[in-house]
């Protein structure tokens, strides 16, 4: 089941705005992604949508990175989808932490 995911290239000001809303269909041709795979990777909490109606999500354009980084890893460390569930999360983490070391130095070299 390893078929190979188009890379997709957009423009930085696309991903700008926060209030930006993409339905599935939309998300779908901006990552190159079918709509089956987009659902399973929901299911996997990789992407989160909005439900506008029982039938229609919504997901904010912040999803576009968030799957083109997951495609990457899957392709690059050949990892199944759980995997890569998995290594966002803790990339996640990672990020969070790196965050957290930036604040306290800031406030050492404060004092």
Not at 79 to 86: I, K, M, N, R, S
């Amino acid at each position: 089941m390893n078929t190979e995911i188009p890379t997709v290239v957009i423009d930085e000001q696309q991903l700008v705005e926060e209030d930006v809303w993409l339905s599935l269909n939309d998300l779908c041709e901006r990552c190159g992604l079918q709509q089956t795979l987009v659902i399973e990777l929901v299911e996997l909490g990789l992407v989160m949508p909005q439900t506008v109606t029982a039938e229609r999500w919504q997901f904010q354009v912040a999803a576009v990175p968030t799957l083109h980084q997951a495609v990457r890893l899957r392709r690059e460390l050949d990892l199944d989808w759980q995997g890569v569930a998995v290594a966002m999360d803790l990339l996640e983490q990672i990020q969070a932490l790196r965050q957290q070391v930036r604040s306290l130095e800031r406030q050492l070299g404060a004092r």
